[in-house]
């Protein structure tokens, strides 16, 4: 892999995504290599954070101490700008299709994305 | 050509006491009893897994504990889909000869065994651990995803969801081995608690203790024959995040391979077996298998459509929403009751006509899908 950028997934501010040099092929799992065509050594690159919703559920009911002291947490899909979807956090009045834009919040001792409707 | 000679079924629910391997054993017995075979018959072990006693080599500690040395066993894991991947697999070994008699087994003892938290933490693991674990995601979460993605495109209400839970109470109320057996209405489904919207306490499939087994053997063994005409798979990802969008997902594939396999049309089904985690994986696997056009199952549901006197009784035995879930065991009954309609012995849930039945299982996030169709013969 080409340097490692750190993001959230490493307590960083970031959310960053991978493109396949050879067949331009986009995907938000780091892999050594790319899943569509197999070259290694796809860019890492750091995503703009905007995306827009494709999907949320509201966990009312958490498994752990840790994440009930949180409930309710909107969970969401979000299809990201750069043509990557990702599972993130939100605001709980975010409806799908709405256009939104990341931070990031300290969830369960971890930090984790959370998207806001964009201004 | 393979037939399913046998098959056994514990209630669900709680059995204080009883260990994986008890509730394993049990439903084995009584599969080989149906079966009118003995140990020594069964040349073939298949099961499943348990995450309440995990072990890497499950097949053989069970075939030791039962008394079996079969010249083919191990274990196989593939979530929600294991027990008709398993099923799938023993048809192959059967019909290319490695093995005569397969028994095909899965028990635990979930509900007693664990704590519930401990349950949902387990099964949320199916989830990516550095992309969505950390997010606090549970199953239920993974599903109101779906489902709220679902009701965006297709204009699915909460209350059409709500029709599949009535279904499956209302069908496990008729079978004394179900984990319940109160009748519930669409407005005690909406009340219930929210867990994951939009998913409520009634959407979800409970936690239980069962074990459940079959025989699939070369030769009939009974007078009743039920025969594996043909089966299939598709997987198109593990994880919710990776999974294509609704009108791709894997159902639609695997039913389509498992009708190319055997010649069925879906008009030929007559009884329908399929898998019902929570109310939306049953809604969405109706449409996609074609039981039900799209966005159009739940008036199906309403219309006594899928009820036993319906022109496509399903799941009579109440489901994984009613009947329970054990695991692997849960999606495993309803193979179970499939075949008692087919051979006539479902008691007061007997349909009229189980002659040839659609069974479908869905494994992870909609990731993994088996699709089988059984025939009686006499």
Known sequence: MSERLADWT?????????????????????????????????????????????????????????????????????????????????????????????????????????????? | MSFITGVGLTSFGKHEGSSSLDLMSKAAQAALDDAGLKRVDIDGVLCGYSTVSPHIMLATVFAEHFGIRPSYAHAVQVGGATGLAMTMLAHHLVEAGVARNVLVVAGENRLTGQSRDASIQALAQVGHPDYEVPLGPTIPAYYGLVANRYIYEYGVTEEDLAEFAVLMRAHACSHPGAQFHDPITVADVMASKPVAMPLKLL??????????????????????????????????????????????????????????????????????????????????????????????????????????????????????????????????????????????????????????????????????????FLERVR
């Not at chain 1, 995503?47 to 999907?55: E, I, W």
């Not at chain 2, 006539?344 to 009229?352: D, F, I, L, N, Y």
Request: proline share 3%; net charge positive.
């Open chain 1, 10 to 119: 490493r307590s960083e501010e970031a959310v960053t995504y991978q493109t396949c040099t050879a067949c331009g092929h986009v995907q938000y799992f780091h892999r050594a290599f790319c899943a569509a065509c197999g070259a290694s050594n796809p860019r890492v690159a750091r995503a703009s954070g905007k995306g827009r919703v494709y999907a949320t559920s509201l966990v009312c009911r958490a498994a752990t101490p840790e994440t009930r002291a949180h409930v309710p947490y909107n969970i969401l899909l979000v299809d990201c700008a750069e043509g990557f979807r990702m599972m993130a956090h939100g605001e709980t009045d975010l409806a799908i299709g709405d256009e939104v834009t990341a931070s990031f919040k300290p969830f369960a001792g971890k930090l984790v994305p959370f998207f806001a409707k964009r201004k």
């Open chain 2, 203 to 372: 959407d979800c499939c409970p936690v239980s203790d069962g074990g459940a087994a079959f025989v699939i053997s070369r030769e009939r063994t009974g007078e009743a024959g039920v025969r594996i005409r043909g089966c299939a798979q598709a997987h198109t990802h593990q994880h919710v995040t990776a999974a294509p969008r609704l009108s791709e997902l894997g159902a639609e594939i695997s039913v389509a391979r498992a009708k190319e396999a055997t010649g069925l049309a879906i008009s030929n089904v007559r009884y329908a077996a399929i898998y019902d985690s929570f109310t939306i994986t049953l809604a969405m696997l109706l449409e996609d298998l074609g039981l039900a056009g799209r966005g159009e199952a739940a008036a199906r549901v309403r219309a006594g459509h899928f009820g036993r006197d319906g022109a496509m009784p399903m799941n009579t035995h109440g489901g994984l929403l009613s009947y329970g879930h054990c695991g692997v065991g849960g999606a495993m009954a309803h193979l179970v009751e499939a075949h008692l309609q087919m051979t006539g012995r479902a008691a007061t849930r007997q349909v009229r006509d189980a002659s040839i039945a659609l069974l479908h299982g869905d494994g992870g996030v909609l990731s993994s899908h088996v699709s089988m």
